[in-house]
């Protein structure tokens, strides 16, 4: 900050003159401006957290309050499970694995012995538990060699094309151990722990890490076909995180759909998904508007939390239209999806007109108040370049510049009013990368995004899991449905 104060000094006792005193009281007055609006703006960045801005929970702090307010609306609906759930209360099965009888020895009143012969009915209860778990299977392959009786050739059979060396685990305890370290993040060395106590099968970590390339090799077409698919979906999310991989700062991306997620890891942020047609939807982020051939739509749940810290923070009156109106027009797209039919064309109209007038509002408010006093020399004078705009200012003419990508909910009723599923795809990778921390070679990433790819994917089409991981790729490439 320029000390104004001794800048503009004047001359003590009866030799300040009024000019003097006047430059003194407006450099004050600027001075105190630009303290307040500093003031200001850190007050600011210390009143956002997750609720109000694009950061995420772990960066709330442990002094953070407890998260009650959300911005969704009160639906008015008890709690707990609504009228016409269908239920999953364990329920008793008409063919038992196993029965087990009791019959009373004598009889209660006169002492007689009783035994089978003299059941009469009987009350059952059934008890659900796990059997306990079996030591490992050895199977043991031997390849004969027969000598013909007519010619006396020696001919040797073949092993199965599974079966490659002489010692090996098989395709269901590899699946396991993949399943557990890639989909529940279970890390190398607790998961040797619990092989070993639940099977008694003493695997090393080398070894855990070698079924996961192997199994990482055989899905790499399954992988890129899963991609081939994203990238031509009439409707897709993209989103990326911040990952720790060799040592370096590089980035784990994700475009999904409800039916498929294709992970890929990169050096560069930018360095974007490329072949991608049809609609995007992503948080506004500057490098996507650069991918050629598509249309765009924006996550408004992110435009919600900037208008909640605009509320909250700066108090615009503004603010709480937008909030609202974008609130009753997703409600409209909703229920119009609901019924199959879009909006009518006059009530999306009066849509349309409205956002203008909320913005033109908006705007008008903005340029009402004074310039920051970054914007200005202390004289008064405008600084040269961009002219620097308060955070509400900037967001309006971001959406009055994608006005048809924040609205295209409303025009299209694939494109839905948020980008949660890239969000949701994202999430458990952040998991991962608390319970393990960060991968030490590009390689076991790589390993890592192809694994993840196939099994989220499993996971959206209703596949087992364990299955997944024991069947043929090229039967699970036949299998996928994109829509």
Not at 64 to 69: F, I, K, L, S
Not at 373 to 381: I, L, M, N, Q, Y
Not at 388 to 413: A, C, I, M, S, Y
Request: one cysteine or more; glycine letters at 6%; hydrophobic letters at 35%.
């Amino acid at each position: 900050m320029t000390p104004f104060l001794e800048e503009t000094k004047p001359a003590t006792g009866e030799s300040a003159t009024t000019e003097e005193l006047r430059v003194l009281v407006a450099a004050l007055m600027a001075e105190n401006r630009a303290l307040k609006e500093r003031v200001a703006e850190l007050e600011r960045r210390l009143g956002l957290d997750s609720s109000n801005s694009g950061k995420p929970p772990s960066s709330d702090g442990l002094k953070r309050e407890a998260r009650v307010r959300s911005l969704r609306e009160p639906s008015g609906k008890k709690s707990g499970g609504q009228e016409g759930h269908e239920g999953k209360t364990l329920r008793q099965v008409d063919n038992p694995d196993e029965v087990i009888d009791y019959y009373p020895e004598v009889c209660a009143n006169c002492g007689t012995a009783l035994d089978a012969a003299a059941a009469t009915d009987y009350q059952k209860r059934q008890v659900f538990d796990l059997p306990k778990p079996q030591p490992i299977k050895v199977t043991e392959h031997r390849a004969h060699s027969c000598r013909c009786a007519q010619c006396g050739t020696q001919t040797k059979a073949l092993f199965p094309d599974e079966v490659t060396a002489t010692v090996q685990y098989g395709s269901s305890i590899a699946g396991l151990v993949v399943y557990l370290q890639h989909w529940h993040f279970i890390p190398e060395d607790r998961l040797a722990e619990l092989m070993k106590d639940l099977f008694g099968v003493d695997l090393a970590t080398a070894t855990i890490a070698a079924m996961a390339h192997k199994k990482a090799d055989e899905w790499t077409g399954v992988a890129a076909t899963i991609g081939d698919h994203v990238k031509q979906a009439p409707v897709k999310h993209m989103d990326e995180t911040g990952f720790r991989i060799a040592g370096l700062t590089q980035w784990l991306q994700v475009a999904a759909t409800c039916l498929l997620t294709f992970y890929r890891a990169t050096r560069r942020r930018g360095d974007l998904l490329g072949g991608v047609l049809g609609i995007i939807v992503h948080d506004d982020w500057k490098p996507y508007f650069t991918l050629e051939g598509v249309l765009h739509a924006l996550c408004n749940a992110h435009h919600l939390r900037e208008l909640r810290a605009l509320i909250e923070i700066e108090k615009e009156p503004w603010a709480s239209a937008r909030s609202r109106f974008l609130r009753q027009a997703c409600h409209a797209a909703n229920l119009a999806r609901r019924r199959g039919t879009g909006l009518k064309p006059g009530f999306l109209a009066s849509l349309l007109a409205r956002y203008d007038r909320i913005l033109a509002t908006g705007l008008a408010f903005h340029e009402a108040q004074p310039p920051p006093v970054s914007a200005t020399h202390p004289d008064g004078r405008k600084r040269r370049g961009r002219v620097r705009r308060r955070v509400g200012h900037n967001l309006l003419v971001r959406r009055q510049t994608r006005k048809e990508d924040v609205l295209r909910f409303l025009t299209n009723p694939d494109v839905p009013f948020t980008n949660n599923q890239a969000e949701q795809d994202l999430r458990r990778m952040k998991v991962k990368q608390k319970i393990s921390g960060s991968f030490r070679t590009a390689a076991g990433a790589q390993t890592f995004v192809i694994l993840r790819t196939v099994l989220s994917t499993a996971r959206k089409q209703g596949w087992n899991i364990l299955d997944t991981l024991t069947q043929n790729p090229n039967s699970l490439t036949q299998q996928l449905r994109t829509a």
